[in-house]
Nanobody, 121 residues
Framework: QVHLVESGGGLVQPGGSLRLSCAAS????????MYWYRQAPGKERELVAI???????SYADSVKGRFTISRDNAKNTMYLQMNSLKPEDTALYYC???????????????WGQGTQVTVSS
C-alpha cells in the first residue's frame, strides 16, 4: 500500500508565496513521474507541473515563471514552490505519482487527498 499526503496549503494574499509538499510512504521501490494538479470550484482538474524521475520539468503556461516543481528522491517527497500568487491560482491542489511498488515491482498511479490554496486579500 502506498499513500501520498499533501501539505502546505493555506490562505495567502495576492503576490504572496506558498510551498506545497507531497510525501509518499509505504511499499515503494521507486517513484517515476510526479505531477501537481489543481481543481478550482466549477472547473475541470488542470495539470500544473510535471517532474520526471530524471528531474526534467514542465509547467502549464498559466504558472510558468512563477511556480517551481522539485523532488527529493531520498525522502520520496515532491514540492511546489508557488510565488507571485494570483486569485486565479485558488484551487484544491493534488499530487499524483507513478510508483513502482516494492512487493510486485509493478507500476501504479497514486493520488493524494489534496490541499487547499486560497489567494485573496
Amino acid at each position: 500500500q502506498v499513500h501520498l499526503v499533501e501539505s502546505g496549503g493555506g490562505l495567502v494574499q495576492p503576490g504572496g508565496s506558498l510551498r506545497l509538499s507531497c510525501a509518499a510512504s509505504g511499499s515503494i521501490f521507486s517513484i517515476n513521474d510526479m505531477y501537481w494538479y489543481r481543481q478550482a470550484p466549477g472547473k475541470e482538474r488542470e495539470l500544473v507541473a510535471i517532474i520526471t524521475g530524471g528531474g526534467s520539468t514542465s509547467y502549464a503556461d498559466s504558472v510558468k515563471g512563477r511556480f517551481t516543481i522539485s523532488r527529493d528522491n531520498a525522502k520520496n517527497t515532491m514540492y511546489l514552490q508557488m510565488n507571485s500568487l494570483k486569485p486565479e491560482d485558488t484551487a484544491l491542489y493534488y499530487c499524483n505519482a507513478i510508483v513502482v511498488v516494492a512487493s510486485t515491482l509493478s507500476e501504479y498511479p497514486y493520488w493524494g487527498q489534496g490541499t487547499q490554496v486560497t489567494v485573496s486579500s
